[in-house]
């Protein structure tokens, strides 16, 4: 029988953050397997690993190959999976590095212990981008969500940003614009699935480096991710092209705290390296 674990990523209360499914052996799974035992499961994503792909690199015994699914499909990478993978790695065979092969790419990933006992995990993404949103996509996107044009915030422009997988990032004006959330489920969807996105990165600026964020993931089968690592790297990436943050910079960004979720993600930009670093604590959840 397969060992489906349950993790939270982002925060160290199993109460908050975004909680993932682990299994660490998906030997013998086949696609359907995997969408099942999401399905079932019902977070936003689960994450299931193999043996390593030859040639990956990385310590013996801390190199895997990783899937993600959503109840409703397979992702190509998942951050919060990532996360709460990696702790659930650390407590059974220790912190120190790890690496993942992915659909998106190689990601390592780096386990230490904290100050309170507990585990954190620090994602390096793949390369990322950042492309211009199509001004009548904009307009349906802002449409699904019942969000007037005037309440974006000018200093956070709409873009669509990659590091793993794309997500449209808009500015919101306030926090009460944030924190006002309904949305026409399928319309989104399908805008999503048309632009191959997988949230909507809806973003405050609550100081100089410090962003509230939430995440409405339509297309995975959920109406928000509590706690989106995929998502904050690529918003850093996007901080970084558009001048939002310096070469070097850390980023903290809150989520889920709309849902009664609260987690924290934060976000390195690192000068010479294109990458971006997301990290937090997790914690099983019973």
């Given at each position: 029988?397969?060992?489906?674990?349950?993790?939270?990523?982002?925060?160290?209360?199993?109460?908050?953050?975004?909680?993932?499914?682990?299994?660490?052996?998906?030997?013998?799974?086949?696609?359907?397997?995997?969408?099942?035992i999401?399905?079932?499961?019902g977070?936003?994503?689960?994450?299931?690993?193999?043996?390593?792909?030859?040639?990956?690199g990385?310590?013996a015994?801390?190199?895997?190959?990783?899937?993600?699914?959503?109840?409703?499909?397979?992702v190509?990478?998942?951050?919060?999976?990532?996360?709460?993978?990696?702790?659930?790695?650390?407590?059974?065979?220790?912190p120190?590095?790890?690496?993942?092969?992915?659909?998106?790419?190689?990601?390592?990933?780096?386990?230490?212990?904290?100050?309170?006992g507990g585990?954190?995990?620090?994602?390096?993404?793949?390369?990322?981008?950042?492309?211009?949103v199509?001004?009548?996509d904009?307009?349906?996107?802002?449409?699904?969500?019942?969000?007037p044009?005037a309440?974006?915030?000018?200093?956070?422009?709409?873009?669509?940003?990659?590091?793993?997988?794309?997500?449209?990032?808009?500015?919101?004006?306030?926090?009460a614009?944030?924190?006002?959330?309904?949305?026409?489920f399928?319309?989104?969807?399908?805008?999503?699935?048309?632009?191959?996105?997988?949230?909507?990165?809806?973003?405050?600026?609550?100081?100089?480096?410090?962003?509230?964020?939430?995440?409405?993931?339509?297309?995975?089968?959920?109406?928000?991710?509590?706690a989106?690592?995929?998502?904050?790297?690529?918003?850093?990436?996007?901080?970084?092209e558009?001048?939002l943050?310096?070469?070097?910079?850390?980023?903290?960004?809150?989520?889920?705290e709309d849902?009664?979720r609260?987690g924290?993600?934060t976000?390195?930009?690192?000068?010479?390296?294109?990458?971006?670093?997301?990290?937090?604590?997790?914690?099983?959840?019973?």
């Amino acid at each position: 029988m397969t060992e489906v674990l349950r993790y939270t990523a982002f925060s160290d209360d199993p109460a908050g953050g975004n909680p993932a499914g682990v299994v660490l052996d998906a030997t013998g799974l086949d696609e359907a397997d995997m969408l099942g035992i999401a399905a079932e499961l019902g977070y936003s994503e689960t994450a299931f690993l193999t043996a390593p792909p030859e040639g990956l690199g990385g310590e013996a015994g801390r190199a895997f190959t990783v899937r993600y699914f959503s109840p409703k499909a397979e992702v190509p990478f998942c951050g919060h999976a990532t996360v709460a993978t990696a702790v659930a790695l650390g407590e059974r065979i220790g912190p120190g590095e790890l690496v993942f092969a992915t659909p998106a790419g190689t990601v390592p990933v780096s386990v230490t212990g904290d100050a309170e006992g507990g585990l954190r995990a620090v994602l390096t993404s793949v390369e990322p981008h950042v492309e211009d949103v199509d001004p009548a996509d904009l307009a349906e996107a802002l449409a699904a969500l019942d969000w007037p044009e005037a309440d974006l915030d000018p200093a956070i422009p709409p873009r669509i940003a990659y590091a793993g997988n794309r997500h449209l990032v808009l500015g919101a004006a306030t926090r009460a614009r944030l924190a006002d959330l309904a949305y026409d489920f399928p319309r989104l969807e399908a805008l999503m699935h048309r632009l191959d996105l997988t949230t909507v990165q809806l973003v405050h600026r609550a100081g100089p480096d410090l962003f509230d964020v939430r995440d409405p993931f339509p297309v995975g089968g959920v109406v928000e991710d509590p706690a989106t690592g995929a998502a904050a790297a690529a918003f850093g990436a996007y901080a970084r092209e558009l001048g939002l943050a310096p070469a070097d910079a850390v980023l903290t960004l809150r989520q889920g705290e709309d849902m009664g979720r609260p987690g924290v993600l934060t976000v390195e930009l690192r000068t010479g390296d294109p990458r971006v670093r997301v990290g937090g604590s997790g914690v099983r959840i019973a």
